[in-house]
């Protein structure tokens, strides 16, 4: 496996090693042991999630509060997301910093979300299988949701997309508003 740090050097992109032919492909896509040892981490998954989307859902920018903030290993397997970590950790060098990057079936790349970032993600393919590991359990009491167009974060969100919202995530905070 490969890890790379991104511009906010916490958020990590996580490249596994695929084998594949004519036939196919393999990979491993999680293995406790080489994660600790390739990212120098060590989180424990307590809980799977799996969501099916159209083109155009925006998700996010969620969060949970302490003592629920979660950690997440995300990654896309079928189509493809434009996703997005938003550091909000106070004190942080990099509060109020954003990285995006694709994540599709094509390139399985993975990305871990340590604690303290919104996260969220646009569906930019007919539809996309999302998948991910998080560090704590759903806790709806401490979720909370960052406008995914807050203009101080000010995510530069794929174009030509409009953006599919639920009712819940219409209701984004601004960041200014955002506490850990």
Same mark, same amino acid.
């Given at each position: *496996? ?9 958020? $990590? ?10 036939? @196919?492909?393999? +990979? ?42 979660? @950690? ?9 997301? +434009? ?12 509060? @109020? ?23 969220? +993600? ?7 299988? +999302? $998948? ?27 174009? @030509? ?11 984004? *905070? ?7």
């Amino acid at each position: *496996m490969k890890v790379t740090p991104t511009a906010i050097p916490d958020v $990590l992109i996580i490249e596994p090693k695929v084998f594949g032919d004519e036939r @196919g492909f393999f +990979f491993e896509s999680f293995n406790q042991k080489a994660f600790n040892e390739a990212t120098g981490l060590d989180v424990n998954f307590v809980q799977d999630n799996h969501s099916r989307s159209a083109k155009g859902v925006l998700r996010g920018l969620h969060y949970q509060v302490p003592p629920h903030a979660q @950690g997440k290993l995300v990654r896309v397997i079928r189509g493809s997301v +434009f996703d997005v970590a938003v550091d909000i950790r106070q004190g942080s060098p990099h509060l @109020g910093h954003w990285v995006g990057m694709e994540l599709s079936e094509e390139n399985h790349k993975q990305l871990w979300i340590p604690p303290g970032f919104a996260h969220g +993600f646009l569906v930019l393919s007919t539809s996309a299988d +999302f $998948l991910y590991k998080t560090t704590d359990y759903y806790a709806p009491q401490h979720e909370r949701c960052i406008a995914w167009n807050d203009p101080t974060i000010n995510v530069h969100w794929p174009e @030509g997309v409009m953006p599919l919202l639920s009712a819940k995530d219409q209701l984004g *905070m601004p960041f200014g508003k955002t506490r850990l």
